[in-house]
């Protein structure tokens, strides 16, 4: 006997048993002339179909007159009364989209069968008819479809509402006369005509939310009979709710229809019912409960579709309410044994997620055995479930801890064992009884890792947490086996780590200079340049040593400077006797966004195009600064902002600002566009009224002499402003010039002019214009470097807010700060969240701000914002920014 094995098992065999395996396009184009015999074979015939049809859908292209000769010989195919190659017959012309001269062959051939007595072809000609006709055919046809439409034949009908919401895409207003007619067929008895007529209903009303409204009201009272359509109803129904909210009573409209849809006869409607209620914003347990207790049944469903559906849909809640779920605790371990391991793990993540600090160790022995039988995406779900459980219940950390590093000695691949290395660190930051002994389970790991790269992360984070603990000595030897038995890459990484113990702990400096000088004669460059820099910089070569300050900035610092302006400057560096400076690097993150209309017309493009080499904005524009006389003496340029468009698009003039922040100037920088050919202007200046900036007084204007059609130039007005202080105001502005008349066919001006204005949008000093956005490459370290007494902490509350991720933004836009390490994103479904953001104030002082934020309410945001800095008055007037914004 044949041994039978499972899809699954032996997937690399399947192209084997495809029929299809080989074909080529010109072979069946060859094959297609059977369609032109005096005699049809419909086998025949519909075999060929067949492999057309494959090969349209595998993305084989059809030339222009391959794809009308084989539409040609496929019209021939009516004559045959087969009516399985009619139906071929009927897809491939679908497929084949003829163009409008082409369609007018079957036009005869397809009405024909709109009009027949057997359903079949009724039905499938509508079909087509509707995917090939322009909006002209449809009009002829279209009385045909509103009879279709109320057609005894539920197939017929269907295939004409199915047409319809097709066809509402390309032809939405011959659609909407059909209202009447879809009305009717919602109260169709068969199940997918009902089903399909409401899709089609509410796709035409969609836009209008009174008459979604008024059609959720009127179908809600028991007029809808079709499982399908319910299942549509009540999608309906959630929207209506989510965008009405709760009445004055404090009640939510159709909620009892939601509720009374629970114990409908059909599961889908059950489900379809419970995963709305449970996804209503703001659910309370009470609303909850009878949705929680209808899932809870399909936990011990023998169907598996519905025990998936239903433990996904609890895991879900188990997010936002973790207590509603505890009660079917029970029924999801049942299903930790599930054979189907989707199932499986939803239900483990789910307890995880609701159990309590007693049923940790009984939860993590059923794991134990679980996780050997699943892949490794169900292993990272279940590994990072289990970290939060960690954080939930600290105490419970040497259990949780002594779990993964069990399973990270086994068998996985790298984004699995890079999540389990990510708890694990986790756990050292946020929970300090776990430094020791989760550090010593990292250098176990790095023993057999055949990841570099996961190797070279925890020697990083060993060198930082290592030196901290009660005994640094005991992972000197895991560090240094790396140096004797690992590749290039992790030895320079081993040697880095080396030193970062070296400086950390002094009892540990001979040890680790003997160590170091033995890593001088290692075979790669790399590794030796380490060895040979740290010695000099720690002293171990018998030089002068810097300071112990100067000596851990240099490990332990971040940089300071974004790495793609490191390289530009690198770059562009010309060897000579001065030194390369590191502090001539630009610190403003380049934008990306403004870019010159010009130049994108004339930019080549393709294969050929050279690459554009990376330039620095700000360097740019502190060139064209200091080359003004007026300027020159301002000092050096801290920040320059991206362009502010201070006139609308398609205005006579384009005019955007850029303001140029110094120590104790500002400087507007305004490009004007001239878009009228038939004019030129002159003496172009912009007026600035600062009667709303009192801190600021004009010293200096540049106008433009002169600024021809299409060509962009710059005024500049520059303010004197208290040295050192954060100064704010708004600007008003207008664009003052001499307007003369241009002869368009000669391009000759006219001598006289007229004196013009045009008013500008205002413009405005914000505090986000003394902060530049640089970020740090380790946000906890670069914490803990600076001085916990220039530390400031405060909590305000933000108002409502519709989520986190706005809250967020708006911090993040009134600070102008760079968020760090991926904070800026809130997980789905988060009641609170932190991020982390870094920068440069304003006489450069390293700022650092971490900001917590939770809801405190229904939508009502709270914020703890805790700043540190290099000078206690920035820390102070960040908590000012904030506070007065």
Known sequence: MAQFVKKDDDLDGEAEYSPFLGIEKGAVLQEARVFNDPQLDPRRCSQVITKLLYLLNQGESFTKFEATDVFFAVTKLFQSRDLGLRRMVYLIIKELSPSSD??????????????????????????????????????????????????????????????????LQTNPEIVKRWSNEVQEAVQSRAALVQFHALALLHQVRQNDRLAVSKLVTSLTKGTVRSPLAQCLLIRYTSQVIRESGMNQAGDRPFYDYLESCLRHKAEMVIFEAARAITELSGVTSRELTPAIT?????????????RFAAVRTLNK???????????????????????????????????????????????????????SDIADEFKIVVVEAIRSLCLKFPLKYKSLMNFLSNILREEGGFEYKKAIVDSIVIFIREIPDAKESGLLHLC??????????????????????????????????????????ENATVRASAVSTLAKFGAMVD??????????????????DEVRDRATLYLNTLGGDGSVVETDKDVKEFLFGSLDVPLVNLETSLKNYEPSEEPFDIYSVPKEVKSQQHVEKKSQTKKPSGLGAPLPAPTSTTDAYEKLLSSIPEFSNFGKLFKSSTPVELTEA???????????????????????????????LENVSVIVDASEAEEFSEVAIKPIRSLPYDSPGQTFVAFEKPVGVTSFGRFSNTLKFIVKEVDTSSGEAEDDGVEDEYQLEDLEVVAADYILKVGVSNFKNA?????????????????????????????????????????????????????????????????????????????????????????????????????SG
């Open 102 to 167: 082409e369609v007018i062959i079957v036009t005869s051939s397809l009405m024909k069968d709109m009009n027949s007595k057997t359903d079949m072809y009724r039905a499938n000609a509508i079909r087509v008819l509707c995917r090939i006709v322009d909006g002209t055919l449809l009009t002829q046809i279209e009385r045909y479809l509103k009879q279709a439409i109320v057609d005894k034949n539920p197939v017929v009908a269907s295939a004409a509402l199915v047409s319809g919401i097709h066809l």
């Open 294 to 306: 209808v899932l809870q049944l399909f936990l011990t469903s023998s169907k598996p579709v519905l």
């Open 317 to 371: 809640v188990a997010m936002t309410h973790p207590l509603a779920v505890t009660n079917c605790n029970i029924d999801m371990e049942s299903l930790i044994s599930d054979q189907n391991r989707s199932i499986a793990t939803l239900a483990i993540t789910t307890l995880l997620k609701t159990g309590n600090e007693s049923s940790v160790d009984r939860l993590m022995k059923q794991i134990t055995n679980f996780m």
């Open 444 to 485: 176990e790991f790095i023993e057999d890792c055949e990841f570099t790269y996961l190797s070279t992360q925890i020697l990083h984070f060993l060198g930082i947490e290592g030196p901290k603990t009660s005994d640094p000595s005991k992972y000197i030897r895991y560090i240094y086996n790396r140096v004797i038995l």
């Open 507 to 524: 009892p540990l400096k001979p040890r680790i200079f003997i160590l170091l000088r033995r890593c001088l004669f290692d075979s790669d």
């Open 650 to 680: 398609e205005t006579e003039y384009a005019v955007n600002a850029v303001k140029h922040i110094f120590d104790g100037h500002v400087v507007f920088q305004y490009n004007c566009t001239n878009t009228i050919p038939e004019q030129l």
């Open 783 to 883: 914490w803990e470097s600076l001085d916990p007494d220039c530390e400031r902490v405060d909590e305000y509350g933000l108002g409502p807010r519709e989520t986190l991720a706005e809250a967020i933004t708006v911090v993040t836009n009134l600070l102008g700060m760079q968020p760090c390490e991926g904070t800026e994103v809130v997980p789905k479904n988060a009641r609170s969240h932190t991020c982390l953001l870094s920068g440069i104030y304003i006489g450069n002082f390293k700022v650092l701000v971490r900001v917590s934020f939770g809801f405190d309410g229904p939508k009502e945001v709270a914020m703890k914002l805790a700043v540190r800095s290099d000078d206690i008055s920035v820390s102070e007037a960040i908590h000012e920014i904030v506070a």
